[in-house]
């Protein structure tokens, strides 16, 4: 089994590569084989990920697909959902309640791990009033998530003169999240592509009144609703 990472931990990956947003999208042109995404996104070895795949085929919670990747069965999807779920009611105690900036937030989130029981989760939901998003602008509900996805781009995918409103932050990079706060790319904020250099793997952008400079790999882990 692989060390250090908890059956919910890889149907929360696996779940982000079922709904394609994210750090989690699948890998451009054809078919990815999941064990080897799973296990990057998780940072195990290979066959750490293919043992435990197995195992959450064995607990009736993912079958395997025409190309052998996992797919969620009924029962691992609404695990899963409940594992995203309290992973972001949990960063909005964090941050709401014990002082941590949202940058923190994540981090901790995943620190406390299973320490809440799901009835704790609804008490704390309700005593922080039902929040609607994490503090990185992912909504508490994933059918609400999932709906909502068809309205949003990755900054990286939008054409030069394209204008959008931040609405989420990738957050799985503790780095990368760090340095979104630190350049005032949050959520509701607005940005313009001024111009897209795809050969440097960067673009121009517009913010807060001034042009500045966003690599690939932060604008893929942007994602906005284009106005
Ligand atoms: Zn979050």
Wanted: contains cysteine; glycine residues 10%.
């Amino acid at each position: 089994m692989a060390q250090g990472h908890s059956v919910d931990e890889y149907l929360e990956t696996i779940y982000f590569l079922a709904f394609p947003i994210g750090e989690y999208r699948p890998l451009a042109g054809g078919s990815p084989t999941l064990a080897s995404r799973v296990a990057e996104m998780l940072g195990v070895s290979r066959a750490s990920a293919g043992e435990m795949l197995k195992r959450l085929e064995g607990e009736g919670l993912i079958e395997r697909g025409e190309h052998k990747e996992a797919l969620l069965t009924a029962t691992g999807r609404k695990r899963a959902e409940r594992v995203v779920r309290k992973h972001r009611i949990i960063e909005r105690l964090l941050t709401d309640f014990m002082g941590y900036t949202p940058a923190e937030a994540h981090v901790q989130a995943d620190l406390l791990g299973d320490t809440f029981t799901d009835d704790m989760v609804e008490r704390i939901e309700e005593r922080l009033g039902n929040p609607d998003r994490c503090p990185h602008g992912w909504p508490v509900d994933p059918e609400a998530e999932q709906a909502e996805n068809r309205d949003l781009a990755a900054l990286s995918e939008l054409d030069a003169g394209a204008r959008a409103t931040i609405v989420r932050l990738a957050e799985h990079d503790g780095e990368l999240l760090h340095w979104f706060y630190d350049e005032g790319l949050v959520p509701g904020r607005e940005i313009e592509v001024r111009d897209t250099q795809p050969a440097a793997g960067q673009m121009t952008v517009k913010l807060n009144g001034q042009e500045r400079a966003i690599g690939e790999k932060a604008a893929a882990g942007l994602f906005v609703r284009p106005a």
